[in-house]
């Protein structure tokens, strides 16, 4: 009888499993990642939780300071409205931009850079000389223009933001696949006889997302900022919509009479970003292998 033991197998961890792991252990980058769900939450389900609607007037209650008695748990703003209702609401807002115009950016990006990449020679000399054309010309007089001249859509919003904010995605994808195209699997894959489009779709992207899921990260807090400046100056959504942007914009005029106008959406609004950026951080290190 054979009493040796054989040792128990021992379980093999992906990359996505490693990584999520990497990013548990670290408390900044989990905190903030729940956080943003709450807040995310907060913005979508606050609005039908609170006994306001978004235009809704309270003719007892203009400027009142935040109250439990009164309802108004954020206080009202100049008009009677429910301040906490219309941070949800501009969270709303404010949290589409981000992720619509975010993915815009990242699909332009990600498929320019790849192809640049992958291509090569004159056509990847072209392209990137495209990008750097781009980069020269005044970012946000773009942005303006293109709102003064096809007005303040709420989707020309998303549209506007995302297309300006690709450059920097296609640099990093173009740098990715650069390094990755002389690597074995493409070569194998290109003796197996697989399409370029399949090699860029399915070896190059997949294996170049890292960075870019570090990027989109990165990228969200900067749309966010850059929604609420144009909010800020006038060119962002439009009234009965709200957004952080507009709410600061609001709550600056009433600073001294009225803070809680200015404080509490700009709580929002910061608090949302550090968690970004923290997260961010955490991704980065979470997949970067250099650190494992």
Same mark, same amino acid.
């Given at each position: #009888?054979?009493?040796?033991?054989?040792?128990?197998?021992?379980?093999?961890?992906?990359?996505?499993?490693?990584?999520?792991?990497?990013? %548990?252990?670290?408390?900044?980058?989990?905190?903030?990642?729940?956080?943003? =769900?709450?807040?995310?939450?907060?913005?979508?389900?606050?609005?039908?939780?609170?006994?306001?609607?978004?235009?809704?007037?309270?003719?007892?209650?203009?400027?009142?300071?935040?109250?439990?008695?009164?309802?108004?748990?954020?206080?009202?703003?100049?008009?009677?409205?429910?301040?906490?209702? %219309?941070?949800?609401?501009?969270?709303? =807002?404010?949290?589409?931009?981000?992720?619509?115009?975010?993915?815009?950016?990242?699909?332009?990006?990600?498929?320019?850079?790849?192809?640049?990449?992958?291509?090569?020679?004159?056509?990847?000399?072209?392209? #990137? %000389?495209?990008?750097?054309?781009?980069?020269?010309?005044?970012?946000?007089?773009?942005?303006?223009l293109l709102m003064v001249v096809f007005g303040r859509n709420i989707l020309l919003i998303y549209a506007a933001i995302g297309a300006v904010e690709w450059l920097d995605m296609s640099r990093i994808v173009r740098g990715q696949v650069l390094a990755l195209k002389r690597r074995e699997f493409v070569e194998a894959a290109h003796a197996l006889g697989v399409s370029s489009f399949k090699i860029v779709t399915r070896h190059l992207i997949p294996n170049a997302i890292g960075p870019v899921i570090i990027y989109v990260t990165l990228t969200v807090p900067k749309v966010i900022l850059l929604e609420s400046f144009l909010s800020f100056l006038g060119l962002g959504v439009q009234e009965p919509l709200t957004s952080w942007g507009v709410l600061i914009s609001e709550g600056k005029d009433m600073m001294e009479t009225a803070p809680w106008m200015l404080i509490i959406p700009s709580a929002f609004l910061a608090i949302t970003l550090l968690c970004l950026n923290f997260l961010g951080d955490g991704l980065r290190d979470a997949l970067d292998p250099k650190t494992r």
């Open positions: #009888m054979n009493n040796a033991t054989s040792a128990p197998p021992v379980a093999s961890n992906s990359l996505g499993r490693e990584a999520w792991r990497r990013l %548990r252990q670290n408390s900044a980058a989990t905190a903030s990642l729940v956080l943003l =769900i709450i807040i995310a939450l907060a913005c979508l389900l606050g609005p039908w939780l609170t006994p306001w609607a978004l235009d809704e007037v309270d003719w007892n209650a203009f400027l009142a300071p935040p109250s439990i008695e009164s309802g108004h748990y954020a206080g009202t703003d100049a008009n009677g409205r429910d301040l906490l209702t %219309r941070v949800f609401h501009g969270g709303q =807002i404010s949290l589409s931009v981000a992720l619509v115009a975010t993915l815009v950016s990242l699909v332009i990006g990600v498929l320019y850079g790849a192809i640049a990449g992958y291509v090569g020679g004159r056509v990847d000399n072209l392209m #990137m %000389r495209f990008v750097d054309i781009m980069y020269s010309l005044p970012f946000m007089f773009m942005v303006i």
